[in-house]
T-cell receptor
Framework: KAGVTQTPRYLIKTRGQQVTLSCSPI?????VSWYQQTPGQGLQFLFEYFSETQRNKGNFPGRFSGRQFSNSRSEMNVSTLELGDSALYLC????????????FGPGTRLTVL | GESVGLHLPTLSVQEGDNSIINCAYS??????FIWYKQESGKGPQFIID?????DKRQGQRVTVLLNKTVKHLSLQIAATQPGDSAVYFC????????????FGKGTTLSVSS
């Protein structure tokens, strides 16, 4: 069974631009969570989607948004990029919202210049 | 605040030694704890988990200990191998936060042969 896939793996943007990252969960998994990883703040929860609905949201500004499609694939969008948005963005999938184990993808490395 | 932290940012051991990685948590309402391993360029990989109604859980070469009295979590790796070199994170989850995982800062384990 294929693992969690994220595209693109690497991305370079400039301040003020917007970016969309994509995540395909493990086949059959319906819950997708997004995390931001930086050297300074570590891993921080962004949001979680289940059945195309945002179930939970972390403490991030409204510039960060996401959505989930009927096939459980998810995208996250960051608008008006700032230098501090440079990070590894990780997607994790789980079977459903009551599942414990979350399987992480390799992440998308976003660099904002 | 609600955060999970690790006592040491780095740990260096010799191949064959037993490794112990520690983690302190502050949210007494957390009911589920996980240890993840992250290798360079990869997403976090699930190692072992434990629920708050347990004190100890064993896996293959790994053991997690939970001491709820002092809010302490540890990961023991037996016969540490060079392939165990990675960053290790503990994470917690509470019913209050839904499925969001709160991660510690991480401990870098270096195994020399």
């Amino acid at each position: 069974k294929a693992g969690v896939t994220q595209t693109p793996r690497y991305l370079i943007k400039t301040r003020g631009q917007q970016v969309t990252l994509s995540c395909s969960p493990i086949s059959g998994h319906r819950s997708v969570s997004w995390y931001q990883q930086t050297p300074g703040q570590g891993l921080q929860f962004l949001f979680e989607y289940f059945s195309e609905t945002q179930r939970n949201k972390g403490n991030f500004p409204g510039r960060f948004s996401g959505r989930q499609f009927s096939n459980s694939r998810s995208e996250m969008n960051v608008s008006t990029l700032e230098l501090g948005d440079s990070a590894l963005y990780l997607c994790a999938s789980s079977l459903d919202v009551s599942s414990d184990e979350q399987f992480f993808g390799p992440g998308t490395r976003l660099t904002v210049l | 605040g609600e955060s999970v932290g690790l006592h040491l940012p780095t740990l260096s051991v010799q191949e064959g030694d037993n490794s112990i990685i520690n983690c302190a948590y502050s949210n007494s309402a957390s009911d589920y704890f996980i240890w993840y391993k992250q290798e360079s360029g990869k997403g976090p990989q699930f190692i072992i988990d434990i629920r708050s109604n347990m004190d100890k859980r064993q896996g293959q070469r790994v053991t997690v200990l939970l001491n709820k009295t002092v809010k302490h979590l540890s990961l023991q790796i037996a016969a540490t191998q060079p392939g165990d070199s990675a960053v290790y994170f503990c994470a917690e989850r509470s019913a209050q936060a839904g499925t969001a995982l709160i991660f510690g800062k991480g401990t870098t384990l270096s195994v020399s042969s």
